[in-house]
């Protein structure tokens, strides 16, 4: 069990890491043809155009490069390039809408290159150690894991559940009062980003799905940010689960550095 999941989570990151990789080949290509065009045709002005754009690309594709080969690295070797750390996280966040028209041009589904960029942010996260204390670690759930007809308005205060057991909100309660850490319930970004400025973690263990983990992740950088996709039993948005295990693992990954 445990190497098919190791196989589907290589897999995964080797999805997005493909798209990003081939991102930089047509981005080569495009300097390539810029210097063809620059020895053969056009005038002073021109070439002079030609040139700061070839230079600007050269050097963009220079950083990214650097930061990818870290992110490929470390994803490896599983070892931290201290230093590179602001790098990576760039050149991850600048390819990665290269990476989604790219699959949208190979008919690969968003939701496979999301999947594959939460699992390479979580790979990167765990080449790190942390050792934050309880109460800076922050659980944002999202209010689809409520059971939908609980009259219980949990995304105001988690202490309103009833711990009647119906859905996953109880157990996460649990947990979260066991380890001492902050849990909410959001009904989307914006309340997420409240939760964020309110709480101010030093790391934030976010369940969600494919798009709004994604956006969460992108949107908190350089917050380290553990995301773990909510089962959907029942389709999107509705009566969903949490692999309870997965977001103890990961609480006690920040709390004592421990390998998930
Ligand atoms: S466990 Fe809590 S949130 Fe879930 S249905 Fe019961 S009372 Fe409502």
């Known amino acids: 069990m445990l190497n098919r999941n190791g196989a589907i989570a290589k897999n995964k990151k080797r999805v997005f890491i493909g798209l990003l990789s081939v991102s930089i080949l047509l981005i080569l290509g495009m300097i390539f043809a810029g210097i063809l065009i620059y020895y053969n045709r056009f005038g002073n002005l021109y070439r002079f155009i030609l040139l700061t754009i070839i230079a600007l690309l050269s050097i963009f594709i220079l950083i990214v490069s650097i930061g990818l080969a870290g992110v490929v690295m470390t994803l490896w070797h599983v070892k931290t390039f201290y230093g590179l ?124 799905c494919e798009r709004d983990l994604t956006e969460g992740i992108l949107d908190t950088n350089p917050l380290p940010v553990m995301g773990v996709l909510n089962i959907r039993p029942e389709g999107p948005c509705k009566n969903t689960k949490v692999d309870l295990a997965r977001v103890t693992e990961a609480i006690e990954f920040f709390l004592y550095g421990k390998e998930l």
């Open 85 to 208: 750390e602001g790098l990576m996280n760039t050149s991850l966040n600048l390819l990665f809408p290269f990476a989604l028209v790219l699959g949208k041009a190979l008919h690969i589904p968003k939701d496979i290159i999301k999947s594959s960029y939460i699992e390479v942010n979580n790979k990167l996260l765990q080449s790190r150690s942390y050792n934050i204390s309880p109460e800076k670690i922050l659980i944002l759930a999202p209010h689809c894991l409520q059971r939908w007809d609980c009259p219980y308005k949990v995304t105001a205060d988690v202490s309103n559940c009833r711990h009647c057991g119906r859905c996953d909100i109880d157990q996460l309660w649990r947990v979260s009062k066991d380890y001492g850490v902050n849990l909410a319930v959001v009904t989307g970004g914006t309340l997420a980003r409240k939760m964020v400025v309110d709480y101010k973690p030093e790391a934030i263990i976010a369940i969600a």
